[in-house]
């Protein structure tokens, strides 16, 4: 599955596990990307949303 | 085949771990995104045994328990655990009430009486953090009154009403290190030491974590700590003093990713195979 980081451009090549809402990180500029949809072989990512005052543990 | 709905909101490397480890066990995992429901029983989708809540937002967590709990659905954690590990001082209270060893705490809404406190408890270095709140986020450790005054004058200009209760804690010489230990039921299946050189020892903070062997002293304060706040799946911070084990607080919904590879234990494994029990046990 391949996507596109939404900030630098970078291309990814991601394993068959990954999950929709799932967080990664952009090893290029380190940006916190989240997975919006998931379809055959196209991942759609957008910018993490920010931490909020009542995340956590 | 029993099904678990994990309920999420984002996911993270921990979620990832649950999801692994439930494929690896005869067990149907939904996954539903929280920020996606209605909370209502018309709309809501009631396909699944039991509930494991997984929310990285305390409020929307808490409200989906709720819910859940009062349709007649088991959900890990229970809503009065939730309640109780959430709030600092609901946890406090509740490790003093049922005497589990704790550091000395108090909530005050004003300088004067912080003051009060600070000086029957010996004196500074204190801690001043939200009783609601996480990863090591808005955490004081004042030092001198003059650095109090600062901190309880920036409070004030908060809006928000619950920066105007101050919970503070005497802060505790810990030697650079603190245990987090994993409690599933009434097991603690595993446990690390966090070190850092930062007074603040979270991993999601940088701090470096390491396998804490799991001794008679630690399984008994982690055991009482655990019925004290009403059992489930539990990751306490302990702080290691001359005078034993002492429990900071408790969380709710544990983070634990960094915590199998050091430990060798298979914490998320852990939680599903305690859901699985849980609904069994149920169902009798
Ligand atoms: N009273 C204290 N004395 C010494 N160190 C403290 C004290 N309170 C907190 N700390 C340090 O700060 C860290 C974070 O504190 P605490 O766990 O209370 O906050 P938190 O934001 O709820 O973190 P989390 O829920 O992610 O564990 C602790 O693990 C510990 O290293
Ligand atoms: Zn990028």
């Given amino acids: 599955m391949k996507g596109t980081c939404p900030i630098c451009d ?8 990954l999950e929709v809402s799932e967080i990664i990180t952009c090893q290029e500029c380190g940006s916190r990307l989240v997975v919006v949809s998931l379809e055959k072989n196209k991942v759609d990512l957008e910018e993490a949303p920010q ?3 009542d995340w956590g543990e | 085949m029993i099904s678990i709905g994990l309920f999420h909101s984002t996911i993270r490397g921990d979620e990832k771990l649950i999801i692994k480890a439930a494929k690896k066990r005869k067990v ?4 539903y995104d929280i920020r996606n429901l209605i909370l209502e029983k018309s709309f809501f989708p009631f396909d699944f045994d ?10 929307k967590g808490r409200y989906l328990t709720a819910f859940l709990e009062s349709c007649g659905i088991k959900v890990v954690n229970s809503l009065s655990v939730t309640q ?4 600092k001082f609901f946890t406090s209270l ?7 060893p704790t550091i000395p705490f108090a909530i005050v809404f004003s300088l004067s009486q912080a003051l009060e406190f600070v000086e029957s408890v010996g004196g500074f270095p204190v ?12 955490l004081a450790k004042v030092n001198d009154k003059d650095a109090l005054e600062a901190i309880i004058e920036h409070k004030n200009h908060f809006t928000s009403p619950h920066h105007q209760a101050f919970y503070i804690q005497k802060y505790v010489d810990k030697n650079g290190r603190d245990i987090r230990a994993f409690c599933v039921g009434n097991n603690v299946i595993a446990a690390i030491y966090r070190k850092s050189s930062h007074w ?7 701090g470096k974590a390491f396998n804490c062997p799991i001794n008679r002293d630690l399984e008994l304060i982690c055991q009482k700590a655990s019925l004290a706040v009403g059992g489930g799946i539990l990751a306490m911070d302990i702080f290691e003093t001359k005078e034993g084990y002492l429990i900071n607080e408790i969380n709710h919904t544990m983070e634990f990713k960094n915590s199998e590879e050091p430990t060798g234990v298979s914490i998320s494994g852990a939680i599903i195979d305690y859901c699985i029990d849980l609904f069994q046990k149920n169902k009798i």
């Fill in chain 2, 127 to 138: 801690v001043i953090k939200p009783t609601l709140g996480s990863w090591g986020r808005l």
């Fill in chain 1, 51 to 53: 931490v909020e005052e």
């Fill in chain 2, 200 to 206: 603040i020892t979270n991993t999601a903070r940088g």
């Fill in chain 2, 28 to 31: 149907n995992l939904k996954l």
């Fill in chain 1, 10 to 17: 970078n291309q990814f090549n991601f394993q068959d596990d």
């Fill in chain 2, 94 to 100: 509740l490790l003093k009430k049922n005497n589990v």
């Fill in chain 2, 50 to 59: 039991i509930a494991l809540n997984r929310s990285v937002s305390n409020t």
């Fill in chain 2, 84 to 87: 109780n590990c959430e709030d």
